[in-house]
């Protein structure tokens, strides 16, 4: 669904005139707006299948520290894979690599452990690694990657649309008091049941998410 037919289809449910843009009026603005807030909280509830991607790392001898060029500052590590090694790489703290590169003497060789270490001015994460390398290696990075904001007319939603489109209604709803005699409160719980039901069926293709292993 696109953003456009997405605003649209509030409009209608608030018995408001189409448009035929997303930014043709203040209120379509408003609606917008609605609707990427909505999409932030949904996206964040849940490590959608549609929004996981992987990166790859190429190592440089010496070089621990490497930009996450594309996954920007909304995503979320699943895992770190050393490929050239076959080892999954286990997270390390802040202070245990503060320990191993500036209280000892750095060890050299295939990278072990991973550490999100801030963002680049782009605003992609930056991870560090340990050992410091001591040849070329392919570190895959596997994420959860949230989407920018909708803006242009034809962006589209990856995610299931319905529990966004009930969000934002609900939001609607609740900004300008009573729709119909529809309580903005009965719209939110009409929304909680569209995405629990949304993340039961994407769940389906990735159980193990919902198995709790601790580190």
């Known amino acids: 669904m ?8 509030i409009l209608v449910r608030l018995r408001e005139r189409t448009v035929s843009t997303a930014n043709e009026s ?19 509830s849940w490590d959608w299948n549609a929004l996981k991607t992987t990166l790859t ?10 930009d996450l060029d594309s996954a920007g500052q909304n995503a979320s590590v699943i ?10 790489m286990r997270y390390a ?30 605003g992609n994460i930056i991870m560090d690694i340990y050992p410091k390398p001591d040849g070329v290696y ?14 242009s007319d034809t962006d589209t939603l990856v995610i299931p649309s319905q529990p966004i489109e009930m969000l934002a209604y609900a939001k609607a709803v609740e900004e300008r008091g009573e729709d119909g005699g529809q309580s903005a409160q009965s719209i ?3 929304a909680e049941r569209m995405l629990s039901d ?18």
Do not use: C
């Open 2 to 9: 696109t953003y456009l037919e997405l605003i649209n289809k």
């Open 93 to 122: 703290s802040n202070n245990d690599f503060d320990n191993w590169y500036l209280n000892q003497d750095v060890v050299s060789g295939s990278p072990q452990y991973y550490n999100i270490n801030g963002v680049d001015v782009d």
């Open 188 to 190: 939110y719980r009409t």
């Open 138 to 151: 392919n570190v895959r990075v596997n994420l959860v990657i949230r989407t920018p904001e909708l803006s």
């Open 57 to 66: 790392a190429t190592t440089s001898t010496g070089i621990f520290s490497y």
């Open 198 to 215: 949304a993340i039961s069926r994407d769940a389906q293709y990735s159980p193990e998410d919902l198995i709790y292993a601790p580190v």
């Open 26 to 44: 203040a209120y379509s603005k408003l609606i917008g707006q609605l609707i990427n807030d909505a999409k932030h909280e949904v996206e964040t």
């Open 79 to 88: 895992n770190v894979i050393n490929d050239t090694s076959n080892v999954f």
